[in-house]
């Protein structure tokens, strides 16, 4: 079973639409999770952090549930430049400085006009 | 722009060389990770430097190695090539490598073995 697993998609919608995203972690112990996006074949941008009382940026909306260890990014309005592969991402508790990034697969999100 | 470069952008390889990749870490910058992306798949983490000790290992075989230099720029080394290898090699810097602190992840350095 993968650490951080993730619906590949892809999701396809129309402008304007809300579609969500959800992803679910493997250690109960992760300490950390964000999401990421990333453009064809290009580096991952930090999108945002989740948090469990959830985070609202602008149309995107995450959420994290420790006790069912998921996680989930609401898009609303979807643009056109919202296309793109979502990263889910949790950071496992360790000893020590780390930084190490568990990424699940993605999801892939089309946005039609 | 992240700060973060890495060097070659493309590379083509055959089965069995070597092959040394480059990131120079953004400014201020202590800690470098570097990441394996196949095609279709989210990165996977090779290990990462801290202060020039590696400090963190993923599951990838000895063949991979790396090194920081006192600059905190970092290298990462792949000996004996497999087709398995071909990959988006993605390096990303953070200040001390802490779990919250964000990456800045350069443009990555595309890998194809052959």
């Known amino acids: 079973r993968k650490e951080v697993e993730q619906d590949p998609g892809p999701f396809n919608v129309p402008e304007g639409a809300t579609v969500a995203f959800n992803c679910t972690y493997s250690?109960?112990?992760?300490?950390?999770f964000f999401w990421y996006r990333q453009d064809c074949r290009k580096e991952p941008k930090l999108l945002m952090s989740?948090?469990?009382s959830g985070n609202e940026d602008g149309r995107f909306t995450a959420q994290l549930n420790r006790a069912s260890q998921y996680i989930s990014l609401l898009i609303r309005d979807s643009k056109l430049s919202d296309s793109a592969t979502y990263l889910c991402?949790?950071?496992?508790?360790?000893?020590?400085?780390?930084?190490?990034?568990?990424f699940g697969q993605g999801t892939t999100l089309q946005v039609k006009p | 722009e992240t700060g973060v470069t890495q060097s070659p952008t493309h590379l083509i390889k055959t089965r069995g060389q070597q092959v040394t990749l480059r990131c120079s870490s953004q400014?201020?910058?202590?800690?470098v990770s570097w990441y394996q992306q196949a095609l279709g798949q989210g990165p996977q983490f090779i290990f990462q430097?801290?202060?020039?000790?590696?400090?963190g290992r993923g599951n990838f075989p000895p063949r991979f190695s790396g090194l920081q230099f006192p600059n905190y720029s970092s290298e990462l080394n792949v000996n004996a090539l497999e087709l398995d290898d071909s990959a988006l090699y993605l390096c990303?810097?953070?200040?001390?490598?802490?779990?919250?602190?964000?990456?800045?992840f350069g443009s990555g350095t595309q890998l194809s073995v052959l």
């Open positions: 989740v948090y469990s």
């Open positions: 250690n109960s112990a992760s300490q950390s």
């Open positions: 430097y801290y202060r020039e000790e590696e400090n």
């Open positions: 400014s201020g910058h202590n800690t």
């Open positions: 991402v949790a950071v496992p508790a360790s000893g020590g400085n780390t930084g190490k990034l568990i």
């Open positions: 990303a810097s953070s200040l001390t490598g802490g779990p919250d602190e964000k990456l800045f």
